[in-house]
């Protein structure tokens, strides 16, 4: 979703792009693995598919709706490399919201598949993406003198 949305402000080394994509794909196909292993067990006392699937899908939501959000900042075409500070939607309020989707859209799917392992990809993703939220954070804080205090990394108000 990403890819067809932003404009980069420089390019990505091939290598990373093949291990971030091998990440998504190992993971993916771990999570399957998982699924097939609970083949003939009993179903779970409590069914979180439908929370799960309307967690998932704000998630889903919110990440392209701030991915698309990110994406406009550059609006001057490649040669506008510049950095800015985001100022729509949650962006009022965090840095990264994108980021707080995604974890939301990785609960929702561990909701779903009520596997041990999503759940634990769930909580992996979360904890690398709160890392990365507050990392942003003080980079914008260190590029921006005007960047405002009142704006959390990860959660409006708290985080």
Same mark, same amino acid.
């Given at each position: 979703?990403?890819?067809?949305?932003?404009?980069?402000?420089?390019? @990505?080394?091939?290598? $990373?792009?093949?291990?971030?994509?091998?990440?998504?794909? %190992?993971?993916?196909?771990? @999570?399957?693995?998982?699924?097939?292993?609970?083949?003939? %067990? /009993?179903? /779970?006392?409590?069914?979180?598919?439908? /929370?799960?699937?309307?967690?998932?899908?704000?998630?889903?939501?919110?990440?392209?709706?701030?991915?698309?959000?990110?994406?406009?900042?550059?609006?001057?075409?490649?040669?506008? $490399?510049?950095?800015?500070?985001?100022?729509?939607?949650?962006?009022?309020?965090?840095?990264?919201?994108?980021?707080?989707?995604?974890?939301?859209?990785?609960?929702?799917?561990? @909701?779903?598949?009520?596997?041990?392992?999503? %759940?634990? @990809?769930?909580?992996?993703?979360?904890?690398?993406?709160?890392?990365?939220?507050?990392?942003?954070?003080?980079?914008?804080?260190?590029?921006?003198?005007?960047?405002?205090?009142?704006?959390?990394?990860?959660?409006?108000?708290? %985080?």
């Amino acid at each position: 979703m990403v890819l067809f949305i932003h404009r980069y402000s420089g390019n @990505m080394p091939l290598n $990373t792009a093949l291990t971030i994509s091998s990440s998504y794909l %190992l993971s993916a196909i771990t @999570m399957i693995y998982a699924q097939h292993l609970t083949v003939g %067990l /009993p179903d /779970p006392t409590t069914d979180l598919l439908y /929370p799960g699937v309307l967690l998932f899908a704000i998630g889903i939501a919110g990440n392209f709706y701030n991915h698309y959000l990110l994406s406009q900042l550059r609006k001057g075409g490649d040669d506008d $490399t510049g950095y800015k500070i985001p100022k729509d939607g949650l962006f009022e309020f965090v840095t990264c919201p994108h980021y707080l989707f995604e974890i939301t859209g990785f609960f929702g799917f561990a @909701m779903i598949s009520q596997t041990v392992y999503a %759940l634990a @990809m769930a909580f992996g993703t979360a904890a690398y993406l709160v890392s990365r939220s507050f990392a942003t954070r003080r980079w914008y804080e260190s590029k921006f003198e005007e960047f405002p205090a009142s704006i959390k990394a990860l959660v409006p108000y708290i %985080l």
